[in-house]
C-alpha cells in the first residue's frame, strides 16, 4: 500500500508518475510544493530510509555533537525535545 503523502501528492499533482506501486518525484513536482510538502515529505523519506538501511554518520558528527555538548554544559546552548525543535522549524518557516 503506497504512503498517504505519496497519494496526496499523486493527486495534488497530476503529472506525478506510478510504476510499479511506487511514486517517484521530478523536480517539477517538488518546485511546486509547498514548504510545510517538502518537510514533510523530507521527513517521512528520512523515517523511511532509517528504519531499512544501516544508517552511519560520519566521523565529523562526533567532533560537531562534541562542541554542542560543551557549549550546552556552558550554558551557552539549551537543549530541547525533538518534536518542539519541529514545531519551533515550522513556525520560523511559515
Do not use: F
Not at 497519494?7 to 510544493?33: D, E, G, H, W
Not at 562542541?67 to 525535545?81: P, T
Request: aromatic fraction near 8%.
Amino acid at each position: 500500500m503506497a504512503h498517504p503523502t505519496a497519494l496526496y501528492l499523486c493527486q495534488k499533482y497530476p503529472q506525478q508518475i506510478y510504476k510499479a506501486n511506487r511514486y517517484t518525484m521530478n523536480a517539477v513536482v517538488i518546485s511546486n510544493m509547498s514548504l510545510e510538502e517538502k518537510l514533510a515529505t523530507m521527513e517521512q523519506i528520512w523515517d523511511d530510509h532509517c528504519q531499512h538501511q544501516n544508517v552511519q554518520s560520519p566521523d565529523w558528527h562526533g567532533d560537531v555533537l562534541q562542541i554542542r555538548e560543551e557549549n550546552r554544559r556552558a550554558g551557552h546552548e539549551q537543549s530541547m525535545d525533538w518534536q518542539d525543535a519541529k514545531n519551533a522549524i515550522r513556525q520560523r518557516t511559515q
